[in-house]
């Protein structure tokens, strides 16, 4: 049981921020497709500062190049947003067309890079970089959330609490979510809509770019390699399932990181605690259970789609004279 709530949260933490980052976006009035994309950046130049600080040899202490790593990829995941921004805001494009495109372009570029730099078809970092164990004795009943986990479930946590608040108690948030339901309005009071919006995108951009980087160091071995396994386009779907609020969307990366969990660790898991690995003594083949959570995904959408309620301006490019 430890296991399983231990790799449940992993694979739990970069859905839950990269959902957060889209509801920043589409809050706003921003449709971010290219939430994918944005992950596929962030996590390959957040492997990038990872290659510099170990070869250069800048830090000895494995935690401390992993949190820099999570900044360098949150950085880069706003830079390229801004693609999106400026295209959505300025030009005032389909918003679903110019997501798209990035999510096309960020695989692109990223494997053109690798190959010119190291030759390859990825970059490789170590399986242990931010890993915690705790020497002290931990009562069972806290193992699963205290040995043996990664330094950025911890941050991540701390940093959903924080910008929950944020969005919903405060004025800056009330000014971000006007943006995205009457920017009419909004801009009636003195609030700048295409300031915020592109205040909001690069926040969401931020935090993609960062959730990217925490799944392919915590999930996918340490290995940059052009895809997140569309981890960005489940985490849309659990924003949807969430309604664009941080509870729901909490309780959907739970609900939808057991599933992941159990696709890619069935074979280790016992259930019961006999010995016996139930899952796997089903004979079932392995692509069965790397299904589970998309065919789910698109069950839980269809029940719960009615009674979604998006923000309502959200992709309607802003027109100033318009009421």
């Known amino acids: 049981m430890t296991f399983l709530i231990q790799q449940t949260l992993i694979y739990t933490i970069p859905l839950m921020i990269v959902a957060l980052a889209g509801v920043f976006a589409e809050r706003s009035g921003i449709i971010n497709i ?14 990038v500062a990872v290659k510099i600080m170990q070869e250069g040899d800048m830090f000895g202490n494995t ?32 918003q679903t067309i110019g997501g798209t495109a990035l999510n096309l372009l960020a695989p692109a570029v ?9 030759m390859q078809d990825r970059l490789n970092m170590p399986k242990s970089l931010g890993f915690i164990i705790f020497n002290e004795d931990i009562p069972t009943v806290f193992k699963p959330f ?36 009457h920017p009419q309005a ?29 799944y392919i160091a915590t999930t996918a071995s340490g290995t940059a390699e052009g895809t997140v396994a569309g981890m960005g386009f489940l985490a849309l779907a659990i924003m949807i399932f969430g309604n ?3 509870i729901g969307i909490a309780v959907g990366s739970l609900l939808f990181g057991l599933l992941k969990c159990i696709g890619a660790t069935y074979s280790q898991l016992d259930l019961n605690g006999d010995g016996v690995k139930l899952l796997a003594e089903l004979g079932l083949p392995s692509y069965f259970y790397y299904m589970i959570p998309y065919v789910v995904v698109l069950i839980v959408l269809a029940f719960t789609s009615k009674k979604s309620r998006a923000p309502k301006a959200e992709g309607i490019p802003y027109d100033k004279g318009q009421r």
């Open 186 to 214: 909004a801009d009636s009071v003195g609030i700048n809509v295409k300031g915020m919006r592109y205040l909001g995108t690069t926040v969401s951009g931020a935090l993609a770019g960062m959730g990217g980087y925490i």
């Open 63 to 94: 935690q401390v190049i992993y949190i820099i790593a999570m900044l360098v990829a949150a950085l880069s995941g706003a830079a390229f947003s801004l693609l999106l921004s400026f295209s959505a805001i300025n030009l005032k494009a389909d």
């Open 244 to 246: 664009w609020k941080p």
């Open 146 to 181: 205290f040995d043996k986990m990664f330094i950025s479930t911890y941050i991540v946590i701390g940093l959903f609490v924080v910008l929950s608040i944020l969005l919903y108690k405060t004025k800056y948030g009330l000014r971000l979510r006007a943006c995205g339901e």
């Open 110 to 118: 990223t494997l053109l890079i690798v190959k010119i730099v190291s």
């Open 34 to 47: 290219a939430l994918d994309g944005m992950m596929i950046f962030g996590s390959f130049m957040g492997a």
